[in-house]
């Protein structure tokens, strides 16, 4: 009578199927985890620009043309040292600019960051109405005689 069971070469030829797979799970892990860590660097970085954004766009003090800039608190981004970079600029003018008038500002945000010994970054454009004043038209037409 013939007992039943497996060979040592079934078991040989199941161990090593059965590494394979457990080698090829680990290593989409291993990719699924730093993807999830750089894209939480990503998200804390758009929070904090969107909130950096917010406070731009309601600060009346910022000048056309004058470039601005600051640091983060590394404990806001995760410990990683990072910041900012801000333009505010004249987007859209009337035909005849005159005192009193609107216009159209545009804020141009850069956020950076550092990870993995990488420099990355995005930007983030805002907008705000305006109303000009005499001492701006000065600077972007001539006046009439």
Not at 99 to 123: A, D
């Amino acid at each position: 009578m013939r007992e039943r069971g497996f060979t040592l070469l079934e078991v040989l030829v199941a161990t090593l199927i059965m590494g394979v797979a457990v080698v090829g799970l680990l290593s989409a892990l291993s990719t699924s985890m730093r993807t999830a860590a750089r894209l939480t660097d990503h998200d804390r970085a758009a929070l904090l620009a969107r909130t950096k954004l917010d406070e731009l766009l309601l600060d009346p003090r910022i000048r056309w043309n004058t470039v601005i800039q600051g640091i983060f608190d590394p404990r806001l981004i995760g410990g990683v040292e990072g910041g900012w970079r801000a333009r505010l600029t004249p987007f859209e003018m009337p035909p005849a600019p005159a005192p009193g008038q609107q216009c159209l500002e545009r804020i141009q945000l850069e956020i950076w960051w550092m990870s993995g010994g990488e420099r990355r970054s995005f930007t983030l454009d805002g907008y705000r109405a305006h109303v000009l004043l005499q001492d701006e038209i000065a600077g972007i037409a001539p006046q009439p005689q």
